[in-house]
């Protein structure tokens, strides 16, 4: 649904903890005004895209000098801190994460929750409904 939502944006680019650097490094080639979507879990809030996209916010406030961010932006920014140096911490900290740990998912939540060390940024192509084509 966030990518659908997402579609009359001129390029969608998806992040995650893993992809965090090269998302904001794409993110600020574009050039335009960057929004963060959360995709959230089964139409409800997810603690671990709110902290994602405030560590992307965190960075690209860094890098981008004269940036502002947005009421939501900060929020997010204010939910990430506490694990800007520990994303990890959100496989007890979740809910979410927790359940999936539970029913044997340990390991993928563990991945997923890994920063960085992955280069390729999915790219959205709306014309096709589809993540299509990888940056990097």
Do not use: M
């Amino acid at each position: 649904r966030a990518l659908i939502a997402a579609r009359p944006a001129a390029a969608v680019g998806v992040a995650g903890f893993a992809n965090l650097d090269a998302a904001v490094e794409w993110a600020l080639e574009q050039r335009r005004s960057i929004v963060a979507v959360c995709a959230g879990e089964l139409g409800g809030r997810s603690v671990e895209d709110e902290v994602c996209a405030g560590l992307l916010v965190e960075r690209v406030l860094r890098r981008c000098a004269g940036a502002e961010a947005g009421p939501a932006a900060r929020a997010a920014l204010e939910t990430g801190r506490p694990y800007a140096t520990d994303p990890a911490r959100l496989g007890q900290d979740s809910p979410h994460a927790r359940r999936l740990t539970s029913r044997g998912r340990g390991g993928d939540v563990g991945a997923c929750l890994t920063l960085g060390g992955f280069g390729l940024v999915p790219i959205y192509r709306p014309d096709v409904d589809k993540v299509v084509s990888p940056y990097r």
